[in-house]
């Protein structure tokens, strides 16, 4: 069995870890959390307790323990915990984003590239998303013309997620474009390619100084099409977090309103077709209730994958996407910070 070192048990670490468990209990991979550490020595034990681990108190002493390293901590603290398991030659699952700072992020990635390792950038395991990536990849439509990818969610200092440091720039490293959007940069590059330029917008409306919270971001590509994301933390508190992606090809609007779900809707000029991107059919082997089938099944494919890779391919094994996909994604949006800092003036992928 493959022990698990689940290092940060605040929100997301509670969720990677119940996915975790169901895939276990489920008997879809042998690998449990068997150890837990964080600072919070209650969440820790109050995690622990629910999964027969064991809280440990410190991050060395946890390490010397497990085969893998379950990095949730908030962003700031992603560095130290990975490069304590890369030195002693641990696979890592690491959540997104890398580190506050392009430097640190380039410093991880070079770390986590020694070992098996995969990055929690899971919007490249949704399956709607997958459906979307390949009928792009096809060509079904014709060349993309234009995107628009609105991604927005309540400032997340509140409500579920309850974490104060993402109004801290030096441990979140910025607002809604790297703490969120992230993803978005990351999955568009995914279905889209590499752009040749990004410009972009950054506002605090809410005042937080660095945390942007009104975000608009376009990619342009060779042959003259764009991406725009619009990134948003606003005050609707009963808004759950959502997406809308549009790609317009040359004959086609594709969209969804459900970035894991879809369904992904085409229109052409014949009409307009559902096409079913269902999650993996083991997901039914879930003991769940209706309404965690969703956020537990877009955490447990990901982990499932890189669970996967460990058993069959072992030192060998990397997860999707690795550091230097993150990487890429990290430069990106480092590059819309720095062109929002200069007025929005577009800036050349290098
Ligand atoms: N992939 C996704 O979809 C997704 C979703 C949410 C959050 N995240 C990322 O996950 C990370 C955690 O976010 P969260 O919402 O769980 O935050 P959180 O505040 O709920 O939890 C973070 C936890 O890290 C702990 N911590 C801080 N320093 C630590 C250290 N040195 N060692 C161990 N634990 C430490 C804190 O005490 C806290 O319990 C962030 O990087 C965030 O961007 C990813």
Request: hydrophobic share 45%; with cysteine; aromatic share 8%.
């Amino acid at each position: 069995m493959i022990r698990i070192g689940l290092i940060g048990c605040g929100f997301i670490g509670t969720v990677h870890s119940f996915a975790l468990r169901q895939l276990a209990d489920a008997g879809l991979v042998d690998a449990r959390v068997t150890a837990t550490y964080d600072p919070d020595r209650d969440r820790s034990a109050a995690l622990a307790a629910h999964h027969d681990a064991r809280p440990y108190p410190d991050l060395d002493a946890l390490l010397g323990e497990v085969d893998v390293a379950w990095i949730c901590t908030w962003t700031a603290a992603h560095r130290e915990a990975v490069e304590a398991a890369v030195a002693r030659e641990l696979p890592v699952f690491c959540e997104k984003p890398l580190a506050p700072t392009l430097v640190e992020c380039e410093q991880i990635a070079a770390a986590l590239e020694r070992v098996p390792h995969q990055v929690g950038l899971v919007l490249r395991h949704a399956p709607v998303f997958r459906a979307l990536a390949a009928a792009v990849a096809e060509g079904r439509y014709g060349r993309p013309m234009a995107t628009i990818l609105r991604d927005d969610q309540y400032f997340p200092v509140q409500g579920m997620y309850a974490s104060e440091w993402r109004s801290d720039v030096d441990r979140a490293g910025g607002g809604t474009l790297i703490e969120h959007s992230i993803h978005d940069v990351d999955v568009l590059r995914w279905i889209l390619g590499d752009p040749a330029e990004v410009a972009a917008r950054t506002a605090s409306i809410f005042g937080h100084t660095g945390i942007d919270d009104t975000t608009t971001l376009t990619f342009s590509y060779p042959g003259g099409s764009t991406a725009t994301i619009v990134s948003v933390w606003h005050q609707i508190l009963t808004r759950g977090s959502s997406r809308r992606l549009e790609v317009f090809c040359e004959d086609a609007l594709l969209w969804t309103d459900d970035d894991y779900l879809g369904p992904l809707r085409v229109e052409t000029s014949a009409g307009t077709e559902v096409v079913d991107a269902p999650p993996p059919s083991w997901l039914e082997c879930f003991n769940l209730p209706e309404v965690l089938a969703k956020p537990l099944g877009q955490y447990a494919e990901p982990a499932k994958f890189f669970l996967d890779a460990l058993t069959h391919d072992g030192a060998a094994a990397r997860g999707s996407p690795a550091a230097t996909e993150a990487l890429v994604a990290h430069r990106l949006v480092d590059l819309a910070y720095r062109s929002a800092r200069g007025g929005g003036a577009p800036l050349p992928v290098a």
